[in-house]
């Protein structure tokens, strides 16, 4: 049963310090998604890829965070220098993203909290 | 950009009876519409899906309905079992063409099933 896996699963870190976020995609999925999740703001597309090509990042505060894909195993999240208000679950997701597959699937999320 | 509103927002139904959420999209160029269902804690997991091209789709107790005139689809559960307690999202999309694959999700619903 291929999964989306994400690690770490929860970080606490100090306001001011780097938040990096791995996510490794379903083998032979060519497009991968970062969403985050807050009471407030839902469920919130942050960035989308496709064949490690940024396709989308307007979701994204440009300023601090940052997103790649080094290969098509590990796509990365990262946010420099943190802040309060970017605690909230960072979930990543993949897609075969081609011919007549639409669905997209979750990783478990990484919790942050930064105080 | 696409918009999805999603009704209600809590939703506390007896065991046995029937749910129904509903969403609304405001891009009729989506075409691919599927729904999430998140336990606490827990990621996203896709539950049933619809493609613009069909009205309705059902597996076993759930079943989705589209209405593309309307720009609306719901999610119907019936004889509902406490295990079904969870938040559902809906979501559109109008993958999976290059660059469209993104999903915009309504704002979730908190089903309770009481026994």
């Known amino acids: 049963d291929a999964r989306v896996t994400q690690t770490p699963r929860h970080k606490v870190t100090e306001m001011g310090q780097e938040v990096t976020m791995r996510c490794q995609p379903i083998l032979g999925h060519n497009t991968v998604f970062w969403y985050r999740q807050t009471m407030m703001q839902g469920l919130e597309l942050l960035a989308y890829?496709?064949?490690?090509?940024?396709?989308?990042d307007s979701g994204m505060p440009k300023d601090r965070f940052s997103a790649e894909m080094p290969d098509a195993t590990l796509a990365t999240l990262k946010i420099q220098p943190s802040e309060p208000r970017d605690s909230a679950v960072y979930f990543c997701?993949?897609?075969?993203?081609?011919?007549?597959?639409?669905?997209?699937?979750f990783g478990p999320g990484t919790r942050l909290t930064v105080t | 950009g696409e918009n999805v509103e999603q009704h209600p927002s809590t939703l506390s139904v007896q065991e046995g009876d029937s749910a129904v959420i509903k969403c609304t999209y405001s891009?009729?160029?989506?075409?691919?519409f599927p729904w999430y269902k998140q336990e606490l804690g827990k990621r996203p997991q896709l539950i049933i899906d619809i493609r613009s091209n069909v009205g309705e789709k059902k597996d076993q107790r759930i079943a989705v309905t589209l209405n593309k005139t309307a720009k609306h689809f719901s999610l119907h559960i019936t004889e509902t079992q406490p295990e079904d307690s969870a938040v559902y999202f809906c979501?559109?999309?109008?993958?999976?063409?290059?660059?469209?694959?993104?999903?915009?999700f309504g704002t979730g619903t908190r089903l309770t099933i009481i026994p």
């Open positions: 891009d009729s160029a989506s075409n691919y």
């Open positions: 979501a559109a999309s109008k993958g999976p063409n290059f660059g469209n694959e993104k999903l915009t």
């Open positions: 890829f496709r064949n490690r090509a940024p396709l989308d």
């Open positions: 997701a993949s897609g075969l993203g081609r011919g007549d597959s639409y669905e997209q699937y």
